[in-house]
Nanobody
């Protein structure tokens, strides 16, 4: 059984920074890709950033240059450093891990960017 536990969300002013963490337990290894997705009210869930087993990364166009995904393979934890936050970054952020053929999701953490 896989469990993903997120932390680090909250309220931040525009231009500020937050760091999200996602700790994975169960049958998720360093070979399995992990990532972050987000969903704003009334919108679809979109990919924010992913990191693969080989360490390569991909980012959504709207966060390139502002967000950085990283992974601690010993702790089996993935991080999302979010800088220069904008009001349009406001959403519930979900941690994801893929172990074929299943996508696993965390419970989500709210990020609100507002003055």
């Amino acid at each position: 059984q896989v469990q993903l536990v997120e932390s680090g969300g909250g309220l931040v002013q525009p231009g500020g920074s937050l760091r999200l963490s996602c700790s994975a337990s169960g049958s998720i290894s360093s070979a399995n890709p992990m990532g972050w997705y987000r969903q704003a009210p009334g919108k679809q869930r979109d990919m924010v950033a992913i990191i693969r087993g080989d360490g390569s990364t991909s980012y959504g166009d709207s966060v390139k240059g502002r967000f950085t995904i990283s992974r601690d393979y010993v702790k089996n934890t993935v991080y999302l450093q979010m800088n220069s936050l904008k009001p349009e970054d406001t959403a519930v952020y979900y941690c994801n891990a893929f172990r074929w053929p299943t996508n696993y999701w965390g419970q989500g953490t709210q990020v609100t960017v507002s003055s």
